[in-house]
């Protein structure tokens, strides 16, 4: 089955500075839609970017991936990390059928 | 906005319990979705559907069972709950389309003691 790697554990940062959070999947689907959810504390996880398209960057909310196929990347960064960005991010590569997998998440810890 | 309904939110039972955890869904999607969250696991997929009547084995069914009775409506069995099922259950949905969001509702935690 699909499956994905995400950095490990909990990722800590001083506000302002840039956040890079790694993803690598696998996947038996040659064009896998590849998503980025981020759950804040005490909170559902929700959609934050997603991607189809190979070698092109996605943005939203500050946030951008691009979608690396042939390395089976997909790294979350934002130039900028803000107080308000702490929280639990997954990686999930749509296996088809609307099947996520997502990774064991990673902790972003913002501090002042 | 897409609503995703759990209940109970939280729910305390004991080993060997008979357990059900229900969601709905009033997105008309086609897809729902129970999954488990433990840290250090990330966010697992237990069962799902496409459609009333319709069940998928996800992940990590040992233990569950599921049933979708409407295209609304979703439940998660637990007909002989343990310790390990102690845990945060997350129900979600999504439409037919492919890489469409998923939709998660607020999380059932359920404790087995």
């Known amino acids: 089955g699909d499956s994905v790697t995400q950095t490990e554990g909990l990722v800590t940062l001083t506000e302002g500075l840039p956040v890079m959070l790694n993803c690598t999947y696998q996947?038996?689907?040659?064009?896998?839609?590849l998503f980025w959810y981020v759950q804040h504390l005490n909170e559902s996880p929700r959609l934050l970017l997603k991607?189809?398209?190979?070698?092109k960057r996605t943005e939203h909310q500050g946030f951008h991936a691009t979608l690396h196929k042939s390395s089976s990347s997909f790294h979350l960064q934002k130039s900028s990390a803000q107080l308000s960005d702490s929280a639990l991010y997954y990686c999930?590569?749509?296996?088809?059928?609307?099947?996520?997998?997502f990774g064991k998440g990673t902790v972003l810890l913002v501090s002042p | 906005e897409a609503a995703v309904t759990q209940s109970p939110r939280n729910k305390v039972t004991v080993t060997g319990g008979n357990v059900t955890l229900s969601c709905r869904q009033t997105?008309?999607?086609?897809?729902m979705y129970w999954y488990r969250q433990d840290t250090g696991h990330g966010l697992r997929l237990i069962h799902y559907?496409?459609?009333?009547?319709?069940?998928q084995i996800g992940d990590v069914p040992d233990g569950y069972k599921a049933t979708r009775t409407t295209q609304e409506d979703f439940f998660l069995l637990l007909e002989l709950a343990s310790p390990s099922q102690t845990s945060l259950y997350f129900c979600?949905?999504?439409?037919?389309?492919?890489?469409?969001?998923?939709?998660f509702g607020k999380g059932t935690r359920l404790t087995v003691v």
């Open positions: 979600a949905s999504s439409d037919a389309q492919s890489n469409t969001e998923v939709f």
């Open positions: 999930a590569p749509d296996s088809g059928y609307n099947k996520l997998t």
């Open positions: 559907s496409y459609g009333a009547g319709n069940l």
């Open positions: 991607s189809f398209t190979d070698n």
């Open positions: 997105n008309s999607h086609n897809y």
């Open positions: 996947t038996i689907y040659s064009n896998p839609f």
